[in-house]
């Protein structure tokens, strides 16, 4: 595929735009599409059940189908690619995408909707894998290591302003101009990509296992009904526990043919090493860990602090300024540090900001939160794409697709899989701690008296008959209470980031352990001729 990619120097000559700027544009627009739709959607469900007249638990759907969808492509990219060639998947799967998100925007109801983010996940699935190699090697050797900057800022600033435009979307109560949004992108990626992408070969020599495909489809089929009705129904339902049984032997079944297959769909082998797996461990765990920050602080935010929307903007805008300084750093440190020493320092921020969050109340700065969450998105963000590209260079740099399309499949299909159990932990221990402080009140009546008389006490002094204060007063004490038990859920989250972050910081140790690595940047080896011989030098000058 490298041969494929224009020489940069020829296309200044030609007073072209570099081709590494074009294939940036199309990974950027192409795969970020979807995380900001992913990141978005979380924001704004409250506008989207408004607007199509649903219930809350109807709104998981579509989130939670989208994401497996992404996850069942993100091995199947570079099949396909090899398959049809790599400008022909490319336009063909963001044709795809543009038409789920045109059915997202028009959507009159939930199963449309649903539909258009099962098409926009899969397709985006599809493009992680074709275009993101390309993207790397398209980067003249020189400055290759700006490729990082690409990445972080492109991706997770997707990320970062999905979520941004989701509060705007809250501010404006209207959420289908993101969908035409993500269907502008698609079109910016035809047009660049028809005009720009190499034309290539096939180059299917021998095809994917066919029955690690079929079990692999099996096992996301089954985990659709359980993942989304987990948190409406629970672990004891008939309904769920089965399916989870079944996919978990499905799960281990693909594995094991997987490793048995000649041409795997996801090569776990490629990954037996320290080196790869020490990095696969520092992204997976990084990427669980920013589901749960951002599932975490998104409802504290909503729940706890009840801010104003424009607030929540500003949140996020220091979510995107703290991973525009990792990729600065990134960019500088990489081949200099590598992934192990700047993952440590990442995953020290991360666990300094899960710890500040496990304990932290309604009186909390907001000045303070802006900075911790500008530290969640620097720390995350070095993790995840030093753990990801240095296991992608760590051994045989001829296997890297192969460590690349195992990393990212099994990152994408956790994240995929933990967001309803998320979902589910919230909901539950919601519930445990509001009946704990209610059975707390009832059985010590004299401190239950006591917070009344007070509260009934304050109502009266602003002027409210005895009748009302009591009413007031007891309605405002079982809205402390559950306030209180909604926000000892989120600090019981919040301990679980806290262990995945210390997973992140052993994992970044095991990959200091093992070496630095490859570096992006590669030095360039002169070759010195060797000095004539004096009887030369004597003849040529005669």
């Known amino acids: ?74 091995p199947l990219g570079p099949v396909l690619t090899k398959k049809l060639g790599l400008k022909k998947n490319y336009l063909f799967f963001v044709l795809i995408f543009l038409f789920g998100s045109i059915i997202s925007a028009v959507s009159p109801e939930i199963i449309t909707l649903t539909a258009g983010r099962i098409i926009q996940g899969f397709s985006a699935g599809i493009l992680f894998l074709t275009i993101l190699p390309l993207s790397l090697i398209s980067f003249p050797n020189k400055i290759r290591n700006t490729f990082l900057f690409m990445i972080i800022t492109g991706l997770f600033g997707a990320t970062a302003l999905g979520a941004l435009f989701g509060s705007v979307s809250l501010t404006i109560d209207s959420w289908r101009w993101l969908f035409y949004l993500n269907g502008f992108a698609a079109v910016l990626c035809l047009v660049i990509g028809f005009y720009a992408l190499p034309k290539n070969k096939k180059q299917d020599n021998k095809k994917a296992d066919k029955t690690g495909l079929f079990l692999y489809s099996l096992l996301m089929i089954v985990l659709a009904f359980p993942l989304c009705n987990l948190t409406q129904k629970g672990f004891t339902s008939i309904y769920i526990w089965p399916f989870l049984v079944a996919a978990a032997l499905l799960l281990v079944l693909f594995i094991y043919v997987d490793l048995k297959a000649e041409k795997p769909l ?16 520092m992204a997976i765990a990084s990427h669980l860990a920013l589901v749960i920050a951002i599932a975490g602080i998104n409802g504290f935010l909503r729940n706890n602090l009840d801010l104003p929307f424009v607030y929540i903007t500003y949140f996020w805008l220091w979510f995107f300024a703290g991973i525009v300084v990792t990729a600065v750093l990134k960019t500088l440190l990489y081949d200099k540090l590598g992934a192990g020493v700047l993952g440590f320092i990442g995953s020290l921020a991360v666990i300094y900001v899960s710890a500040e969050w496990r304990v932290m109340g309604p009186e909390t700065s907001l000045a ?29 740099i001829h296997q890297a697709s192969m460590r690349s399309v195992t990393l990212h499949s ?56 005895l009748t009302t204060a009591k009413n007031m007063a007891s309605y405002e004490l079982v809205a402390n209470a559950k306030r209180s038990a909604v926000l000892g859920a989120y600090h019981q989250l919040f301990t679980i980031l806290l262990v995945i972050s210390v997973i992140m910081l052993i994992a970044s140790i ?3 352990v093992t070496g630095k690595g490859r570096s992006l940047v590669q030095k360039q080896t002169r070759v010195l001729l060797p000095a004539p011989k004096e009887k030369d030098l004597k003849n040529s000058v005669s």
């Open 266 to 281: 996801v090569p776990f082998r490629s990954l037996k090493a320290a080196k790869p797996f020490s990095g696969t461990v």
């Open 510 to 512: 095991g990959k200091m």
């Open 410 to 465: 099994i990152r994408n299909f956790a994240g995929a899989v933990i967001s309803p159990f998320i979902g589910w932990f919230l909901m539950k221990q919601n519930a445990v701690n509001y009946e704990g402080i209610r059975e707390s009140l009832s059985q010590d009546d004299s401190e239950f008296k006591l917070q009344i008389m007070k509260l009934v006490q304050h109502f009266i002094g602003e002027g409210l008959p």
């Open 1 to 74: 595929m490298s041969e494929q990619i224009h020489n940069p120097a020829s296309e200044k000559e030609k007073g072209r735009v570099p081709q590494y700027l074009i294939i940036s544009i199309l990974t950027i627009f192409g795969i970020g599409s979807q995380y900001f739709s992913n990141l978005s959607y979380i924001l704004n469900q409250t506008v989207i059940q408004n607007g199509l007249h649903i219930s809350s638990n109807n709104l998981l759907m579509p989130s939670t189908l989208s994401n497996l969808a992404f996850a069942f492509g993100v």
């Open 368 to 396: 303070l939160l802006y900075f911790q969450v500008a530290c969640l998105g620097a720390g995350i963000s070095m993790v995840l794409v030093g753990g990801a590209l240095g296991t992608a260079l760590a051994g045989d």
